[in-house]
């Protein structure tokens, strides 16, 4: 931070024009799906390593890919889209791809290697600061994702992130985030982890924080996040005062900073920011908390802080230094570097690590909320290419099908964590993650979708060889049913562990649903799906287990369904996502239209919401208020999943789905692409995130198999 790696920089006004040459930019896929940018200084570099399809694509740059014939019929359509997407698969095997949205990572990612003593190449920095003055909201605050209003933790966050970076206070858009965030009300209001953050820096008080309890139960990445927080907060750590942290004190208060009453500040929260407001329960015990502090106890508290450190040091070893997620890891990398300073494996492991979270795009680079959504395109692609026919129709696709086969046999767990019980971690043994083998957790749904797309592969195709064994797909369903609960339903990375009135103690006020884990319509689906594909081609596998697992999931569903007829999305946007997943299940034990009012009803939700133009769009707003709520245009992503939830349901009547279909086909571009629309994704209710991705596998597996459904449905009408 001393270093002239982190000196200021002249910053033009506009963020129109890159700051750091596009055509530089490499993405070096490695190790199983890592993702890292980097930007190629010399000539020879670039004669060396020219820039490929995958780089110009995600860079925004033109990828010269061919003008198609128009497509006539669905089918077409989807291969179209196949043509175009297949270039977009890297040489390992895997689809990689932007995963960004939120707006709080890269601020904890340039604070962490600040107060850390890291830094970052000059390319990275200036387009980070690109990325920042791209997203800046009209008034010239952030928000708390890339389509959110301006909010303190966004504004406070990333203003201090883009000064953090080299931009000068005076340049106007400091000037004007710095004007947005005091009509805030300043950043005494920011929220708890931006408080953190900042006390940490040296720009906010210790006092101004409520207590962060050492360990308690809840879901895993509260757990995690708070593991290295209460360390950190153990020790009250801040780092060493310099200009920046003064200039800093100045800037984020429009009152004077060393008049400020700290202990008031602690339940102060800006007002735009507040999803889930403090119970009365958590004020009261974050008061008892605070006595405590006033007098605990030095030996216990040693403990609980070494304690602590352990965990973290664990958490560390069990993921390769990426952890859970970048929130997480910036804080056990400050953790790190409080514990074991600069020379030493661990500083080295989170540098290196960091960089695996950093995305070009066409508008500079973020922070990815995971090391990359790797796992979940590929299998879903998969399965579209596949259950469509189009893995089939053509051998020149089969390379393709090989490499990711390849690529899905090298990411399977086969073992459990290195640090397992101790570390209160769930089984592994059979899993596959969200993005890579290395990040090492299961997550329920990634398993099932994993799993399916290698039995898809492996089962379904005459030309594949098979790379996983029978005994290893037999232990990924071992941990599928290892983690449904006890009413059916299946949650994230691990059962339920505690009751869900402790997100009475959530601290986090701009997330919901946040304290424990939860049953949700889309994971269950996405575990029991694998088991009945498993059940057909291995019947004598623990058969009874997998026939009572689908049906008490089915229960589950039934019970989850509202009253309207949709079940709410707790991962995509949202009720379209989740009745594409809820269908399937109920299809899957014979529950379709003609048969079940659970899905008949919910085909008359979905047709209830079916626009003018054919399509369907929701807002992330569906997410934060369970209910649904209008985009202002139709989205490609969310007809796609309206009208394959019609299609498991069996939904009888053909004009909609075809009004449906012409839409989708109506935006493909003619080289066979979608254009990004609308974000997808959400988490905690109240935070969209991009899956940029999606726009090609739901596209392309609605389009292929929608042709031969509207067929059958007139052959079947007219007989
Ligand atoms: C993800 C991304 C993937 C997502 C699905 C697989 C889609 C879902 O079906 C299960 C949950 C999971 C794995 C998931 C959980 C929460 C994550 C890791 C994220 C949404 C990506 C980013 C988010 C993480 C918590 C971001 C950091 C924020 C905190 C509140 C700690």
Redesign the pocket.
Known sequence: RDSPAWSPLEIPHSPDEPFADYTRWRLKVSDGGRHVWHFLKTDEEVAAWPQNTVDKYWLGLPTGLPTLPKAKTPYEAARNGYEFYQHLQSEDGHWSGE?GG?M??LPGVVIGSYISNMSFTLEERLEMIRYLMNKANEDGGWGLHIEGPSSMFGTGMNYVAIRLLGMDAEHPVAVKARARMHELGGATGVPAWGKFWFSLLGVYDWAGNNPVPPELWWWI??R??FLPMSYLYGVRFVMPENDMVLALREELYPENYYKIHWPSQRNNICSVDLYSSHSKLYDMLAEVLCLYENCSLPPLRKRAVDWAYQLIKWEDENTSYQD?????KMFNLVARFHGEGIECEAWRMHELRRRDFMWMGPQGMMVC??NG?QL?DTGFIIQGLVETGLATEDKKYRPSLLKALDWLDKSQMQDNPKHFEKAYRHRTKGAFG?STKEQGYT????TGEGIKAVMYLQNHLDFTPKPVSESRIQDAIDTILSLQNSDGGFA??ELIRAGSWMEMLNP?EV?GN?MVEYN?P??TT?AITPLAIFRKHYPNYRSADIDLAIKNAVKYLHAAQTPEGGWIG???ICFTYAAFFATESLALVGETYSTSQYSRKACEFLIGKQRADGGWGESYQSCERNEWVEHKDTQVVQSCWAIMALMYAKYPHAEPIERGVKMVMDRQLPDGSWAQEAIE????KS?A?SYPNFKFSFTIWMLGKVGRYLEELKSSNSS
């Open positions: 995963y939120p709080f990572l990445h509260v995690q996040v859970l997620a970048p929130v997480n909320g995971t959504s979940w969200f997550v329920s749904d990634c994230s990375y986090a997330f946040i949700y889309e994971c996405s707790n991962w995509g994704g959400v988490f905690n935070c995130i």
